[in-house]
Nanobody
Framework: QVQLVESGGGLVQEGGSLRLSCSTS????????MAWFRQAPEKEHEGLSC????????YYTDSVKGRFTMSRDNAKNTLYLQMNTLKPEDTATYYC??????????????????WGQGTQVTVSS
């Protein structure tokens, strides 16, 4: 059974930093494309970053490029999202997601099969 568990969210002031973690079980991380999404109230899921399986390239959406860094530790089956220079508009619930085995990166939430429960990030101005 595949499980993804996010942690590391919280309340931070504008300009601050947070590091999110996503601990996975039931899958070998290297064989899956992994992504971070977020969802603000009454908005759709927004894809933030993605690492394709078998690839060292990380893709970022424009709104977080240069501020967020995604990484993964295949040995620990853990995914990370380092978030710097946070803004109030970054306030949302953050999710990690895994594709089906050997699936590709995509910005559409529907392309990802497995999801964590989410962790709340609140940035105060």
């Amino acid at each position: 059974q595949v499980q993804l568990v996010e942690s590391g969210g919280g309340l931070v002031q504008e300009g601050g930093s947070l590091r999110l973690s996503c601990s996975t079980s039931g899958l070998a991380l290297a064989g899956y494309s992994m992504a971070w999404f977020r969802q603000a109230p009454e908005k759709e899921h927004e894809g933030l970053s993605c690492i394709a399986w078998g690839d060292v390239t990380t893709y970022y959406t424009d709104s977080v490029k240069g501020r967020f860094t995604m990484s993964r530790d295949n040995a620990k089956n853990t995914l990370y999202l380092q978030m710097n220079t946070l803004k109030p508009e970054d306030t949302a619930t953050y999710y990690c997601a895994a594709s089906g085995r050997n699936g590709a990166c995509a910005w559409a939430a529907s392309r990802f099969t497995y999801w964590g429960q989410g962790t709340q990030v609140t940035v105060s101005s």
